[in-house]
């Protein structure tokens, strides 16, 4: 079993967490406020900073919001970098800019630790089944020794390439989530507006070609209207706004990821940032001046 740093206890990072507490790892993280008491009862320690953290550590996963969030924690005032032994294995499981991890891991790297990319998809709910997909950037060293903890949290597993490779894999998804969100949002209402059983619809939908995991969870919490967070629309524009800055570098044009920023840019206006971004659902009703299921 492994010291494990974990950095990030958000919606996604308790459950994982836990998993990894129970599978009988040893865990510490970062004092911020009340730790939450299901993770204090199982033995979680908490220490003053990451570099504390990392003192006391052989791996280090963070699971943080965005880019910059990643590079404090590892690199900032009382950071993990500094309290960084030998041989450590540090796992970014945050969806962040592949161009940054790429700097991030060779920093680790010289530093005599070993760097994973390793960003997730699967929300709250494969978070709190263990059913996550991981994509993973490393080296095949830094794969083999990451898989075991991998494996805990997580149901699909891919070693995508080297340093950044996870990241880029992260943004393709998010583009594909997005886009398909913005598609099951767009066929319930015209089902709606129309004038049919929005429930029937989908049902019978999940029986064909466009059956789809987000037309099953997604277009539930539609019809249900529950917009409750599994994954926050504000980290889903983050995610965009990775995509499209790579597409201008790479002189890419992705007019549907384009799109769909601008649909979840108008839920965010409206006090929605901190939706589900199966709300993006509700961008389209204003503009259609009617609700699913009226």
Partial sequence: MSKIGFIGLGIMGRPMAGHLLDAGHTLATVKRGTLDESLASRGMLELADPKAVAETSEVIITMVPDTPDVEEVL???????????????????????????????RRITEAGGE?????????????????????????????????????????TITHIGGHGAGQTCKVANQIVVALTIEAVAEGLLFASRAGADVAKVRESLLGGLAHSKILDVHGERMIQRSFDPGFKIKLHQKDLNLALEGARTLNLSLPGTANAQQLFQACAANGGADWDHAGILRALEVLADHEVGQ
């Fill in 75 to 105: 690199f900032g005032e009382g950071g993990v970098i500094e309290g960084l032994k030998p041989g450590t294995l540090v796992i970014d499981m945050s969806s962040i800019a592949p161009i940054s991890t790429r700097e991030f891991a």
């Fill in 115 to 155: 760097y994973v990319d390793a960003p997730v998809s699967g929300g709250e709910g494969g978070a709190i089944n263990a059913a996550l997909t991981i994509m993973v950037g490393a080296t095949d060293e830094g794969f083999r020794r990451a898989t075991p903890i991998l494996e805990v949290v997580g149901k």
